[in-house]
């Protein structure tokens, strides 16, 4: 029998946080609630989640800043927000800074538990395809190791978040095709984020930066004006991408 799966909830609210582990236990997860922040990151530190449910207003460590953290350890655990900041700017800084999807308050717990329910097969499914395509890629001096989870250029290993890694791998599987920011979204986000596009423009800026030579004039990730953005290996035809 599967274990069940690890859901670390970090809200200071206790009547929500009860409504939450109660609907989550419900579907058999294995929940621990935190519910100050200092006392939620160093459960998080201790490893072992399947998936983080945070709000952002907190005593002690604010949920930005776990956020943060979260997405400077080696182990990716999915994210999602659940914050009385239902303003857009406080949505896109907790996109961007990797959190895999974003709940204004009040929500509905039904429809939590289905985005947490989404997120886990996203998961799933991609350590699945990790295995059964577990060749590493290479690309005019830019190798990619999907198991490792490492990239490196002309020898030397880049420094990439785990959104950035991501991105450039589903990129660099599909060379030459143009995907459109919304299909970024939900290929790599993993959920359909509409209205947030511009969340990919600021991952793919950083990317540029990270592995190409002039980052205003790219030659590894072009934009298809129009269109949205394409890979290809330096020196190849860009077509109407620069």
Request: net charge negative; hydrophobic share 40%; aromatic share 8%.
């Amino acid at each position: 029998m599967d274990q069940p799966k690890r859901i670390l909830v970090v809200e200071d609210d206790s009547h929500i946080a009860d409504l939450i582990c109660l609907h989550l236990r419900d579907e058999h997860f294995d929940v621990v609630h935190s519910a100050d922040g200092e006392k939620g990151l160093r459960l998080l530190e201790q490893g072992g989640w399947d998936a983080l449910i945070l709000d952002l207003m907190l005593p002690g460590v604010d949920g930005l800043e776990i956020c943060r953290r979260a997405r400077a350890m080696t182990r990716y655990t999915p994210i999602i927000i659940t914050s009385a900041r239902s303003s857009e700017m406080h949505r896109i800084l907790g996109l961007e800074l990797g959190a895999d999807d974003y709940l204004a308050k009040p929500f509905s717990m039904m429809e939590l538990v289905a985005r947490v329910k989404a997120l886990l097969r996203r998961v799933d499914a991609m350590a699945r395809n990790l295995k059964m395509d577990a060749g590493s890629l290479s690309s005019a001096g830019l190798f990619i190791d999907p198991l490792t989870r490492e990239a490196s250029l002309e020898g030397r290993v880049l420094d990439l978040t785990p959104r950035e890694f991501d991105l450039l791998y589903f990129f660099a599987r599909q060379p030459g095709k143009v995907f459109s920011r919304l299909d970024l979204l939900n290929s790599v986000w993993g959920y359909n984020h509409e209205g947030y596009e511009h969340t990919v423009n600021t991952h793919i800026n950083r990317l540029r930066a990270k592995i190409e030579a002039d980052p205003a004039q790219p030659l590894r990730i072009l934009t298809v004006w129009g269109r949205g953005y394409k890979f290809v290996a330096p020196g190849e035809s860009s077509g109407d991408a620069s």
